[in-house]
């Protein structure tokens, strides 16, 4: 029985590949209109079909879900559906449900039938349920660079930066003690003696936390480096796989603002603000070594980390708000 085809729209404008045929046919049901252009830069199908199609749905911007096409599937599966027989042309649409009929669409030549389940199942392999996919927020990505981070081909290099900065702030404990010495020791009871000794030690440390520091310095670049091109290959396979109509509804102006936003991130990532944050975790240790020495000078250093704290917070919050307004006007452009 043949049922009456509706009037179609432009996006279901009938192509010639049956695979480009069905997926345009089931965008503009699922309402994500797709034009067959978007998609005919593929090659033609080969004997893997399947592939081809999954491939197509894909860069349409669809999850897929493939499953055998078994006769109780089909029956309970609600339309809209593909499903793809052993050749790489047999794709049939069901995009409808009459009582305990199908209505099964031709991909090429549009015409319309009622079928039923078992009738499908005979001819059918695999059935393809396709799902809109959510569009990839390019203004976050915080999950996708945790995943990033979190890779364990970084960890010895974190690993080698952060002992690096413990023993570098260890040792920077050395000048202040080696003055207190000198006072206590040298200039008070006239331990001249002590002195060598002390101006000995003094170098060696003072040229080990020199070559530890170029060390850190040099892996921290490589891990840098390495971090920039890892995010990039992230961004761009991000960009390679976002729907066509993706681009058509987003400003160029707004693509290349976010663009200079991972320019910002990339900076962060590879120059000096992480290691200063390694440095910041050791604030404690100099401020009990403070109130060792002196309990009013450790005083005077913590009250005056809330007012250096409160300046900087206005300083980021000023340049925070320049930064919006020029990222609304170069967007608006």
């Known amino acids: 029985m043949t049922v009456p085809e509706d009037s179609r729209t432009p996006e279901e404008e009938v192509a010639t590949d049956p695979w480009i045929g069905a997926l345009t046919r089931l965008a503009a049901r699922l309402d994500r209109p797709l034009a067959a252009e978007d998609l005919a830069v593929e090659p033609a199908p080969d004997a893997g079909g399947l592939a081809y199609g999954l491939r197509l749905a894909d860069r349409a911007g669809f999850a897929s879900l493939v499953r055998r096409a078994t006769r109780r599937r089909i029956a309970r599966t609600p339309p809209p559906f593909l499903l793809v027989g052993e050749g790489t042309d047999e794709v049939r649409l069901v995009e409808a ?3 305990d009929r199908l209505v099964v669409v031709d991909p090429v030549t549009g015409q319309r039938t009622l079928r039923s389940p078992g009738g499908l199942a005979r001819g059918a392999r ?11 927020r390019t203004t976050g990505g915080a999950g996708g660079l945790r995943e990033l981070l979190l890779q364990k081909r970084f ?13 570098i702030n260890l040792l ?8 207190m010495t000198v006072y206590n020791k ?3 009871e006239g331990g001249l003696a002590t002195l060598d000794v002390l101006v000995i030690g003094m170098l060696s440390l003072v040229a080990f936390e020199l070559v530890l520091r170029a060390l850190r310095g040099y ?11 890892a995010v990039g290959r992230e961004v761009l396979e991000r960009l390679l796989r976002l729907p066509y109509r993706s681009f058509e509804r987003m400003p160029a102006a707004r693509l290349l603002e976010r663009l200079r936003q991972l320019d910002q991130l990339r900076s962060f990532l590879t120059g000096n603000l992480p290691l200063f944050l390694v440095d910041l975790a050791f604030v404690g240790l100099f401020l009990g070594a403070l109130f060792l020495l002196n ?3 450790g005083l005077v250093t913590l009250a005056a980390l809330p007012l250096f704290a ?3 917070w206005l300083g980021h919050r000023r340049q925070a708000r320049h930064l919006l307004l020029h990222r609304r006007r170069v967007v608006d452009k």
């Open 97 to 99: 449900r009459e009582g």
């Open 219 to 229: 892996v921290a670049s490589y891990t840098g480096a390495r971090l920039d091109a």
């Open 172 to 179: 920077a404990l050395a000048t202040p003690l080696f003055m």
């Open 126 to 136: 695999h059935l393809v349920v396709l799902r809109r996919r959510p569009v990839p």
């Open 295 to 297: 309990g009013t000078l």
């Open 155 to 167: 960890w010895p290099a974190f690993a080698q930066l952060v002992t690096a900065s413990v023993v």
């Open 186 to 188: 040298v200039i008070r």
């Open 310 to 312: 409160l300046l900087s």
